[in-house]
């Protein structure tokens, strides 16, 4: 099994661009969850997925944030306009159910910096 | 949301036992307790995850008191490539919180 992949790795762009991250969760799982971590804020849950349905969005931080899931084997984060604050490293991960009854399997993340 | 408490990060010598404790008072009946390892530039690994009283695999032991307010992580005879952050992680259903995180260092 691959295993959570996203991408790019790492992304550096000018504030005001549009930034679109992407995730693969791992086959047959369920649920998809995006975070978000800095060293000031720790790992920080933005928006979770059930079966490609968003479950809980209440931790994204403001509407230049959304998140997609066309299909159970993709799933998006945009940020459109960027700003220097958004700069963080950002975390996909999977699990095959939601809740924390069954562990999350993360990704390596893509590191953010927007100039 | 079932919010964590963490030591904010400890020391240990190669080859003690490390015990990690995090506090969620507030956890609800349906909330699992699970904890997670991470190493520089990588996400987060899982470790163990339980409900109640102690589970044991081949790499922890998670200790959970019957009132489930809290729970150890217990890392046995530590070496230098467990220096890593340990995160307790309590949710359940829809509720999903992931404390601030245990940096650990091992010292040769």
């Known amino acids: 099994d691959a295993g959570v992949i996203q991408s790019p790795r790492h992304e550096v762009t000018e504030m005001g661009q549009e930034v679109t991250l992407r995730c693969k969760p791992i086959?047959?799982?369920?649920?998809l969850f995006w975070y978000r971590q800095t060293m000031m804020r720790g790992l920080e849950l933005l928006i979770y997925?059930?079966?490609?349905?968003?479950?809980?969005d209440s931790g994204m931080p403001e509407d230049r944030f959304s998140a997609k899931m066309p299909n159970a084997s993709f799933s998006t984060l945009k940020i459109q306009p960027s700003e220097p604050r958004d700069s963080a490293v950002y975390f996909c991960?999977?699990?095959?159910?939601?809740?924390?009854?069954?562990?999350?399997?993360f990704g390596d993340g893509t590191r953010l910096s927007i100039l | 949301l079932a919010k964590t408490t963490q030591p904010i990060s400890m020391d240990s010598y190669e080859g003690q036992e490390v015990n990690i404790t995090c506090s969620h008072n507030?956890?609800?009946?349906?909330?699992?307790i699970t904890w997670y390892q991470q190493f520089p530039s990588q996400g987060p690994r899982f470790i163990i995850q339980?409900?109640?009283t102690k589970v044991t695999n081949e790499v922890a032991s998670l200790f959970i008191p019957a009132d489930r307010k809290s729970s150890t992580l217990s890392l046995p005879r530590v070496s230098l490539s467990d220096t890593a952050v340990y995160y307790c992680?309590?949710?359940?259903?829809?509720?999903?919180?992931f404390g601030k995180g245990n940096q650990v260092v091992v010292i040769p």
């Open positions: 991960a999977s699990s095959m159910t939601g809740g924390g009854s069954q562990p999350q399997h």
């Open positions: 086959s047959g799982h369920n649920s």
């Open positions: 997925f059930n079966n490609n349905v968003p479950i809980d």
């Open positions: 507030n956890i609800a009946t349906n909330d699992y």
């Open positions: 339980g409900y109640k």
């Open positions: 992680l309590v949710g359940g259903n829809n509720r999903l919180a």
